[in-house]
């Protein structure tokens, strides 16, 4: 066995010095009747050639030979490979939690810039080193911001990513707290008046997706608002991060947290996992904040380097008086998407965000000569739903020809009759403008 | 090359610092150390290093978003062109340990070798590039590979069922006291306390609490194990479950487990177990058949999935039948020969419900499924068994040089005290440093919380003998050194990029972000 570097001589010295008579010796503490009599049911060993046949024949028939026109939640973009190759470096993957910093001072350093990165596109003070996903991010911002009013209710839009939902539904569940969904318009944002009176005295926060599931751009500055003249925080979900590249941070139009996934930066979509979540904050509710953050300092010579800090808000110290159990996170995600952001820079940005907007157009542009109307009247990214009558027909007949269609909105949306035809698709850079041309053509036949 | 910060590197303190006298085996960290700035602190303006298709549409946002919500770009972003993001994570790279640069023996972390098969299984394309929402008759080999891993974890833990949803142990413990409150809940009463031996993770009491459980600390014995009257004395029917590790963080096996069980499940209660230390159980027995009833995986420690710098982990549940519907979706199941998730709450009307979005750290599942192929059940056992072995190898080497609180046997950790070094003065934490400048990752320091100063080795099955002998000769060096020039300890690491670093300076003034002009001193 490759990885076993042991020798039978080396295992007869080895037990020698341990004072074991065997193998099976050193399980002594283990009761007789507790232990396994047999050998586990499962497929003998594989050597390396037939573990490869038999692991591609699997990925073989998973069908990826045109990219996705689905996104809602995992966005196919490109990924460019020096990001998966300086991943590969075994220093990097190979790392644990950046425990003693004097020998993990590239990780430390890489979240600080994660962190960075974080702050700039969200527009907002601090970030945490990266959460297990988006949704479980947005769980950990509500409980967040219960602790931080102490107040008990959460006023969530119906645009924010219906799996979101249903994760803060299943974190919630346990500490009485109570969930809103106000709805949305046939503009596809958050129905305003519905929210403002919603909010009340009793609420903690808001929750407003930016852009939301449904591709568009909902109205964070009025949520923020309607939320603070009532003391409640404003939280913005973001699952297509490449949107940020367009559009203000959210922290500059009055979101007090920001969370979502930064998957669109640097990590492939990998049939949902993993992929960074991402957690910002104002400065004031810092030690409110979950999760590990890297922080800079100096040494004992003076010269700059960064540590974990904060911890005595965690678990490992404060037990079950932390902010949250939250332990390992997503940092290799996140060093993806670090990595790629710094080959995209601020003008790589700029443009990637602008052609997936003019992606977005064309697919647009290509349904509706087609006859596909367009589901929602507000401002879009690169995602936007259309009418196509039967979408779960659609997308049946679409995956017969090796394309993933979209997502049928009845499937998050049971009960809204609208939203009976609708299919959520999306445009990114991946898509080009023939290929976008082609799709709107093989929905109509 | 624009240096906002007015920050430089430091190369006189570099050369004298590589100057200092060598110590440890075989001149093991010497390198060439960069020093290298921030991202954010280098490039020049209209740098790039990407290359983008044309937009193929000239539409204009402004014409669509209120101009107030768009931005010409992102104030602060770095400007560099490939190379310089190569170099730059390069050069952060080799200030870093990882298993691939050496022995990681850090308890209760499992840090065994990451398989390179693994890694380049993981990223075939029909696995890497496949969108989750991709429709079943898209997506069947992943698919197919969810369900066989899902059997295969039910198997070595011995339990009837296994979601893979959970994105980290952490998360498997939060997922598995939300089936066992399900549980109680649909007996009528979720209960209010969770007890929780003192020689737990940190973890489990947050989890505990983000369940709204009141946790209540059980003393372990003498020996390092849970005592049935422990559990009885705290045992009544407000008890929803007890959280046992087992081994335990001592590397001790709770050889009262059955029993234990028998307490609890007496008074309606559920016994949960930790698998954050499954690796040293792999064939030779399984948690399912001693009285668990639930059980998260670790796959980033048991099942070699990279650790990533601090993730993606993966946290698997196994259950016993009686809590399968209450299980998280989605869950994977086989009919006839094509595979399905179940995601519809009609299905499962028991569920908790979604614990995150879509189906789980697939990625990880494939690294976990491909070592399970890899080493089958023999190569499995061998792993537990080489695991053990090399624990109580170094446990052999060291048990004259450092206090072992503990006699009880060890399975694939040990733990030592500080309390030989006590007279000279030298802690737990200027062994771990030192431990660094002899070319080794230091053990877990000061944890378990019920030994005072404790240093936690794990070795891991991957591990030769002759690594194994190296570390405890330097374990050994350092505690001579302690006893006769205990200030060559306090002083270490001299040998990393990085000396000691203020850690009470980051948090009383902490700076988590660069902005310009940052300055740290």
Redesign the interface.
């Known amino acids: 066995?490759r990885?076993?570097?042991?020798t039978e001589g080396?295992?007869r010295?080895?037990?020698e010095?341990?004072?074991?008579k065997s193998?099976d010796d050193?399980?002594?503490?283990?009761?007789a009747?507790?232990?396994?009599n047999r050998?586990?049911?499962?497929?003998?060993?594989?050597?390396?050639i037939t573990?490869?046949s038999?692991?591609?024949?699997?990925?073989?028939?998973?069908?990826?030979q045109h990219p996705?026109f689905?996104g809602?939640?995992?966005y196919?973009h490109h990924v460019?490979p020096?990001v998966?190759q300086?991943l590969?470096?075994?220093?990097?993957?190979?790392?644990?939690?950046?425990?003693?910093?004097?020998?993990?001072?590239?990780?430390l350093?890489?979240?600080?810039?994660w962190?960075?990165?974080v702050?700039?596109?969200t527009g907002l003070?601090?970030?945490n080193?990266?959460m297990?996903?988006?949704?479980?991010a947005t769980a950990e911002a509500v409980?967040m911001a219960t602790r931080i009013t102490g107040r008990s209710k959460v006023v969530v839009s119906a645009a924010v990513?219906p799996?979101?939902r249903?994760?803060l539904?299943?974190?919630l569940?346990?500490?009485?707290d109570r969930i809103v969904t106000v709805p949305f318009g046939p503009d596809g944002r958050t129905d305003l008046a519905a929210l403002s009176a919603a909010v009340d005295e009793e609420t903690a926060a808001v929750v407003v997706g930016y852009p939301n599931f449904l591709g568009v751009?909902d109205a964070?500055?009025e949520a923020a608002a309607a939320a603070h003249a009532k003391g409640a925080l404003c939280i913005s979900v973001t699952t297509e991060a490449v949107a940020?590249?367009?559009?203000?941070?959210p922290g500059a139009?009055g979101a007090d947290a920001a969370v979502g996934?930064f998957q669109s930066f640097g990590n492939?979509?990998?049939?949902?996992?993993?992929a960074p979540g991402f957690f910002a904050l104002r400065e004031e509710h810092?030690r409110q904040m979950p999760g590990?953050?890297?922080?800079?300092?100096?040494?004992?010579?003076?010269?700059?380097?960064?540590?974990l800090?904060?911890?005595?808000r965690?678990?490992?110290?404060?037990?079950?008086?932390?902010t949250?159990?939250?332990?390992?996170?997503?940092?290799?995600?996140a060093?993806a998407s670090t990595?790629h952001?710094?080959?995209?820079?601020?003008?790589?940005?700029?443009?990637?965000a602008?052609?997936n907007?003019?992606?977005g157009?064309?697919l647009s542009?290509a349904m509706e000569r087609q006859g596909f109307r367009r589901v929602f009247s507000g401002?879009?990214f690169n995602e936007l739903a259309f009418e196509v009558g039967d979408a779960e027909g659609v997308?049946?007949r679409l995956?017969?020809r090796?394309i993933?269609a979209g997502?049928p909105l009845a499937r998050f949306y049971p009960d809204d009759p609208k939203l009976r035809g609708a299919l959520l698709c999306v445009a990114t850079?991946l898509h080009?403008?023939e290929l976008i041309d082609l799709f709107a053509k093989a929905v109509r036949s | 090359m624009a240096n906002p910060t007015g920050w430089k590197p430091d190369v006189q303190a570099g050369v004298a610092h590589a100057a200092q006298e060598e110590v440890g085996l075989g001149h093991a960290t010497r390198g060439l150390a960069f020093e290298e700035g921030l991202l954010f602190e280098r490039g020049s303006r209209g740098r790039t290093g990407v290359s983008l298709p044309p937009r193929g549409s000239d539409a204009d946002p402004a014409r669509e978003i209120p101009v107030a919500l768009l931005r010409p770009e992102v104030e602060g972003l770095p400007e560099v062109g490939e190379l310089e993001v190569v170099r730059h994570f390069t050069r952060l790279s080799t200030w870093n340990w990882g298993i691939d640069t050496g022995f990681y023996p850090l308890g209760s972390c499992t840090m065994k070798y990451n398989p390179r098969s693994s890694e380049a299984l993981a990223r075939l394309p029909g696995f890497a590039e496949l969108h989750p929402l991709a429709p079943p008759s898209m997506a069947q080999g992943a698919l197919e590979l969810m369900y066989r891993l899902e059997r295969a974890l039910s198997e070595i833990s011995g339990f009837a069922t296994t979601t893979l949803a959970p994105a980290a142990g952490a998360q498997g413990e939060l997922c598995g006291l939300m089936v066992i409150r399900a549980y109680h809940v649909a007996r009528g009463n979720p209960r209010k306390k969770v007890l929780i031996p003192d020689t737990a993770h940190g973890t489990n009491p947050a989890s505990s609490a983000l369940n709204g459980y009141q946790v209540v600390p059980v003393k372990s014995g003498e020996d390092g194990r849970l005592h049935p009257e422990a559990v009885r004395a705290a045992m009544d029917e407000d008890v929803a479950a007890i959280m046992i590790t087992n081994p335990n963080t001592l590397g001790i096996f709770e050889s009262h487990i059955a029993e234990i069980a028998d307490v609890v499940h007496a008074k309606g209660g559920l016994v949960y177990g930790d698998g954050a230390n499954m690796n040293a159980l792999l064939g030779v027995a399984r948690p399912g058949d001693m009285g668990f009833d639930v059980m998260q995986f670790n796959l980033h420690k048991t099942f070699a999935t990279p650790h990533g710098g601090g993730g993606p982990g993966s946290g698997p549940v196994a259950v016993k039948e009686q809590l399968a519907p209450f299980l998280p979706l989605p869950l994977v199941v086989r009919e006839g020969d094509r595979y399905r998730l179940v995601t519809d709450p009609a299905e499962r009307p028991r569920s908790i419900g979604k614990l995150r979005e879509f189906w789980g750290n697939f990625g990880m599942f494939v690294r976990a499924w491909a070592l399970i192929r890899e080493l089958g059940p023999e190569g499995l056992r061998r792993a537990a068994e080489l695991a053990v072995l090399n624990a109580n190898y170094a446990r052999a080497l060291l048990k004259d040089a450092y206090d072992l609180p503990y006699a009880t046997d060890s399975l694939h950790e040990v733990v030592f005290s500080d309390k030989n070094l006590k007279p000279t003065g030298v802690t737990t934490m200027d062994v771990a440093k030192r431990l660094i400048d002899h070319g080794f990752h230091p053990p877990t320091v000061y944890f378990p919380l019920v030994v005072h100063g404790a240093l936690m080795i794990e070795p891991t099955e991957t591990e030769s003998k002759e690594t194994i002998e190296r570390f405890c000769a330097a374990m050994r060096d350092i505690a001579e050194e302690a006893a006769v020039r205990p200030e060559a300890v306090k002083a270490a690491p001299v040998k990393p990029v990085r000396a000691r670093l203020d850690e009470t300076r980051a948090a009383r003034k902490p700076v988590l972000r660069w902005t310009p002009g940052m300055k740290v001193e």
């Open positions: 066995m990885y076993h570097p042991h080396d295992v010295e080895m037990l010095a341990a004072g074991a193998l050193l399980f002594r503490s283990i009761p009747p507790l232990r396994l050998p586990l049911e499962l497929p003998p060993p594989a050597d390396e573990l490869f038999e692991l591609r024949r699997l990925a073989a028939r998973d069908d990826v996705p689905v809602a939640g995992a196919p460019p020096v998966d300086l590969l470096r075994g220093e990097f993957f190979t790392a644990y939690t950046p425990y003693q910093p004097e020998i993990s001072q590239g990780t350093q890489a979240l600080f810039e962190q960075t990165f702050c700039l596109l003070e601090v970030a080193a990266s297990y996903d988006g949704a479980s409980l990513h799996e979101y249903k994760v539904a299943t974190y569940r346990s500490s009485g751009v964070v500055p940020l590249g367009l559009l203000q941070g139009l996934t492939p979509v990998s049939f949902g996992g993993p810092l590990r953050v890297c922080g800079a300092t100096v040494d004992k010579l003076g010269r700059r380097g960064f540590v800090t904060l911890s005595t965690e678990q490992h110290i404060r037990r079950e008086r932390a949250s159990n939250i332990c390992t996170n997503a940092g290799l995600c060093l990595i952001l710094a080959l995209l820079g601020k003008k790589g940005l700029a443009e990637l602008r052609v907007y003019a992606r157009r064309l542009e401002p879009a997308v049946e995956a017969s090796g993933a997502a850079e080009a403008p």
